[in-house]
């Protein structure tokens, strides 16, 4: 099966601890992207790779961190620093060439 | 930057009715307009999207219009059925490919037979 995969599904932390959210493709694309949703919200973008070893702030980056080591692979740090990581995070993926971003299934984080 | 708007947040409709929703978005730059289809509890779906140098654009039952001198775009679900019910999402992209979209938030249609 081509796709996306996050791992877990779901996760529960304990402030003050880091955490990181897997997001692995098969689908051979350039770009990878991570939004996060919170209820009654679209989803705003907190990091995105163009290429392995380059990534890009987005709106939200504050509190969290990642890496682009392989092409497949995009993981992402929450850290003690992201003031309310509870929430819904979702990794995409896109083609080098091409404007559709395709979404894994989410990760949702509950920190208490 | 980019903003986008999308209304109604809430839609109600009865089987076999048609269903409409709009967004605006406020940068004329803008060139890519995707919906996305997310059901409860898992990530978005790509259902349609149009390019800025497109009109119109159907797949079956939905549709997507472009009008960019209103910078508005809207998608059109036509004979909905229950299994339409779902949150829709547009968004917009004024980069490059592989630069990041702006996402409305969302419209939750409810199909009721």
């Known amino acids: 099966d081509g796709g996306i995969t996050q791992s877990p599904k779901y996760l529960f932390r304990k402030e003050g601890q880091n955490v990181t959210l897997s997001c692995e493709q098969n689908?051979?694309?350039?770009?990878m992207y991570w939004y996060r949703q919170d209820p009654g919200q679209g989803l705003r973008l907190i990091y995105y790779s163009q290429i392995v070893n380059d990534f890009q702030k987005g709106d939200i980056a504050e509190g969290y961190s990642v890496s682009r080591e392989k092409k497949e692979s995009f993981p992402l740090t929450v850290t003690s620093a992201q003031k309310n990581p509870t929430a819904f995070y979702l990794c995409?993926?896109?083609?080098?060439?091409?404007?559709?971003?395709?979404f894994g299934p989410g990760t949702r984080l509950t920190v208490t | 930057g980019e903003n986008v708007e999308q209304h109604p947040s809430t839609l109600s409709v009865q089987e076999g009715d048609s269903a409409v929703i709009k967004c605006t978005y406020s940068d004329s730059a803008s060139n890519y307009f995707p919906w996305y289809k997310q059901e409860l509890g898992k990530g978005p779906q790509l259902i349609i999207d149009?390019?800025?140098?497109?009109g119109e654009k159907k797949d079956q039952r939905i549709a997507v219009t472009l009008n960019k001198t209103a910078k508005h775009f809207s998608l059109h679900i036509t004979e909905t059925q229950p299994e339409d019910s779902a949150v829709y999402f547009c968004a917009a992209s004024t980069g490059q490919a592989g630069t990041a979209l702006i996402f409305g938030k969302g419209t939750t249609l409810s199909v009721s037979s």
């Open positions: 689908l051979n694309h350039d770009a």
């Open positions: 149009i390019r800025s140098n497109v």
């Open positions: 995409a993926s896109s083609a080098g060439h091409s404007y559709e971003q395709y």
